[in-house]
Every structure is written in structure tokens, then in C-alpha cells.
């Protein structure tokens, strides 16, 4: 995203769903304009952090938020670099499929 990209506020003038149509195009164009020619380039790595907290309450067979040691967390990790054509580093992604939570996780 642009550094300079406006910070839209919800208020009861300005409802934040009413200004995304307009936000939208204007991020469209200006990326349109600033485009380069680029390298994407990603990497697959495991990270420890999840747990299944799908668990089945055995009292009624009910899903609740609860940790479940007998299925496996997904725990790929998805690294994205993208360079431009001097090989500096324009953007950075990032995909890990949960979130670290204090529910349920066993203490070491």
C-alpha cells in the first residue's frame, strides 16, 4: 500500500463503507501508475505456534472453541518477496493460516 494513503475514519457524516468505492479507485490508479516491472518470489516453512481448537464437546457433539490434540493444526508458513529489477526489496507477504492464542495451548 501507499505510504501516502489517505486514513479513512468512520463517522456518522462519512459512513467508512460509503468512502471505500472511491478509496479503492484511487489506490487502483495509482498502482496502476507506479507499476514496474518486478520478481515475486515466495518460500514454504513450518511454524509450531498452532493448535486445533476445533474441538467436539463428547457430552452433545458440539463444536466449541477448545484445544483438540487429536487433529493437526495447519501449520504452513508462506513467505512472498517481491524485487524490482535491481533486486531491492519493494514488498514482503506474509501467510500463516492462524493465530497465536493463549486458549487451550498446553504450557511447557
Known amino acids: ?51 486445533n481448537r476445533d474441538f467436539i464437546d463428547p457430552a452433545n457433539g458440539r463444536e466449541v472453541c477448545g484445544l483438540n490434540l487429536l487433529a493437526k493444526a495447519d501449520d504452513t508458513l508462506l513467505v512472498g518477496r517481491v524485487t524490482d529489477r535491481t533486486g531491492k526489496v519493494t514488498a514482503t507477504i506474509v501467510n500463516y493460516a492462524c493465530h497465536p492464542v493463549s486458549l487451550g495451548a498446553p504450557i511447557d
Not at 495509482?30 to 518486478?38: G, I, L, P, V, W
Open 1 to 51: 500500500m501507499s505510504e501516502s494513503m489517505p486514513i479513512v475514519r468512520w463517522s456518522p457524516d462519512c459512513p467508512y463503507l460509503d468512502a471505500l468505492p472511491l478509496l479503492c479507485q484511487k489506490l487502483i490508479r495509482e498502482a496502476r501508475s507506479t507499476a514496474t516491472q518486478s520478481t515475486l518470489s515466495w518460500t514454504y516453512g513450518r511454524c509450531s505456534l498452532a493448535y
